[in-house]
């Protein structure tokens, strides 16, 4: 059964950066597609990046935020540079079977493992 574990969040003032991780356990992350959600108070949970055979992210994001892979560690990250406050939410990471591409407006449902949650917060 996989397992994932986030790690990583936390305060970060506007325009900084933190790096997130997503841990697996239970089976190779390689053989998966790797999700990275957000959820903020009173809104729905949706889709930033995402990463099998390639990479995508929503418009909100790109040229800010990184996610990559390493292998030997069986782990995900999400770099996210010059953040704002608008990024203020609990990120999930999530798990699917593996395909060649991958869509970051994938929903929530189209994921079958998920993480517990790291909240990051943006403020001055």
């Known amino acids: 059964q996989l397992q994932l574990v986030e790690s990583g969040g936390g305060l970060v003032q506007p325009g900084g950066s933190l790096r997130l991780s997503c841990t697996a356990s239970?089976?190779?992350?390689?053989?998966?597609?790797i999700g990275w959600f957000r959820q903020a108070p009173g809104k729905e949970r949706e889709g930033v990046s995402c990463i099998s055979g390639s990479t995508n992210y929503v418009d909100s994001v790109k040229g800010r935020f990184t996610i990559s892979r390493d292998n030997a560690k069986n782990t995900v990250y999400l770099q996210m540079n010059n953040l704002e406050p608008a990024d203020t939410a609990v990120y999930y990471c999530a798990a699917r079977i593996r395909s060649n591409l991958c869509f970051a407006t994938w929903s929530a449902s189209d994921y079958t493992w998920w993480g517990q949650g790291t909240q990051v917060t943006v403020s001055s």
């Open positions: 239970g089976s190779t992350l390689g053989y998966h597609v």
